[in-house]
T-cell receptor, first 113, second 110 residues
């Protein structure tokens, strides 16, 4: 099992450009999450999906959109990137609830110039 | 809204010394999880505490959940270089989604 995979590993964007971060899990988990990690601020939840076809806002959703394509895949889209979105983005999944153990992907390091 | 505060932000210890990080929530938690993130890596689950006053041990690591379910601690006895990393707590209350603490970064002098 690969667990949780994310692509790309690194990305540099110019302000105003758009991009989609991809995430997939092969553990048959129902819930998936997107976090951003900034120095000194821990992990902040952007969006989550409790099941296929449903998505909900987390703590910091502004500037992002998500799509739960199927049970395996959960993508995060930046429509018009801003320097404030420079961060490391982690995707995670859990069996059912956020209170279950979360399994994290390796992360995407995004820089917006 | 719910806040989970974690202290200290950094801790630099001599190998063999003990280490403790503390997590405090503004609201009562249903449970609390602890994760470890190695430098350049991703968070990895360590343990979950659910019961009031619960204490769990994993080798040199001791985890505690407060009686009021508003605070928790992770204590490492006799640190080793393999303990280097950032330790996060993550709290969940019925009123909100899971909230991560800001983490404690542990560095060790060999």
């Amino acid at each position: 099992n690969a667990g949780v995979t994310q692509t790309p590993k690194f990305q540099v964007l110019k302000t105003g450009q758009s991009m989609t971060l991809q995430c997939a899990q092969d553990m048959n988990h129902n819930s998936m999450y997107w976090y951003r990690q900034d120095p000194g601020m821990g992990l902040r939840l952007i969006y989550y999906s409790a099941s296929e076809g449903t998505t909900d806002k987390g703590e910091v959703p502004n500037g992002y959109n998500v799509s739960r394509l199927n049970k395996r895949e959960f993508s995060l889209r930046l429509e018009s990137a801003a320097p404030s979105q420079t961060s490391v983005y982690f995707c995670a999944s859990s069996v059912i609830r956020s209170t279950d153990t979360q399994y994290f992907g390796p992360g995407t390091r995004l820089t917006v110039l | 809204g719910q806040q989970v505060m974690q202290i200290p932000q950094y801790q630099h210890v001599q190998e063999g010394e003990d280490f403790t990080t503390y997590c405090n929530s503004s609201t009562t938690l249903s449970n609390i999880q602890w994760y470890k993130q190695r430098p350049g890596g991703h968070p990895v689950f360590l343990i979950q505490l659910v019961k009031s006053g619960e204490v769990k041990k994993q080798k040199r690591l001791t985890f505690q959940f407060g009686e009021a379910k508003k605070n928790s601690s992770l204590h490492i006895t006799a640190t080793q270089t393999t303990d280097v990393g950032t330790y996060f707590c993550a709290g969940y209350s019925s009123a909100s989604k899971i909230i991560f603490g800001s983490g404690t970064r542990l560095s060790i002098r060999p």
